[in-house]
C-alpha cells in the first residue's frame, strides 16, 4: 500500500510540474512581444508621444499606422477618454493593427479608417494631433496634403513629423511650403528626427496656444 501511495504522489507532482510548465509558457513573451520591444528600444515611441503633447481625452490621427508598433503607444496616452484615428490606405494592414490592439487591451480606443492615398480624410477642427511617422515621404502632393490635413487640427494643434533623417530636409521644406512653424525638433535615436509643427494663421501671427 505503502509503494502505491508513492507511486501515486510521484504521478501527482509531476503532473503538477508539466502543468506549471505549460503556464510558464503561455507567459512567455510572444513573437508580437518581442516585435514590439525591439521597436520601443530602437524608436524610442515615448519621444513621439512627448512630441504629441496628448493627455487623457486628446484625440490623435496616426497617419499610415500599419502593423500598429506606434499606435499603441499614443493610445495608452489618451485613454481612458481620448481616442486615435488610424489611417491606412490597404484594410488588410489595418487587420493587423487591430489584433496588436487586442492583445494590448486598447482596441476601444482606436477607430481604424481606410483613406485614399492623397487625402487625410479627416474630419475638420477635431484633432489635438497628427502623427506622420515614416510616411510623409511617400504622399505624392506633400504639400497640398499637408495643407489639408491642417484644417482638421483644433485650434492650437500640432502635426508631428518623425521620419529617418535622411527625409529630413524634404520633410522641413515641405511643411514650410504648406504653411506650418517649426516649434521644436529632436533626435532621440541617431537614424529618426521628430519635429512638431503648428499652423500659421492669415498674416503669420502665432496661434493660440504655440510658443
Partial sequence: MRALFLVLLVAASCGRNEAEGDSSSARAPSDTDREQARFDADRRPEKVVEALGIHPGSKVADIGAGSGLLTVHPARAVRPSGRVVATE?????????????????????VERRVVNADQPGLEPATYDAILLAEVDHL????????????????????????NKIYHRQKSMAAAQRAGLRLQSESTPVPTHFIAVFIATPPGGATPAGGK
Avoid: C, F, Y
Fill in 89 to 109: 490606405i490597404d484594410g488588410e494592414v489595418l487587420d493587423l493593427l487591430q489584433s496588436r490592439l487586442k492583445a494590448a487591451h486598447l482596441a476601444d480606443l
Fill in 139 to 162: 504622399l505624392s502632393d506633400e504639400v497640398g496634403w499637408l495643407r489639408e490635413a491642417t484644417k482638421a487640427l483644433k485650434p492650437g494643434g500640432r502635426i508631428v513629423i518623425s
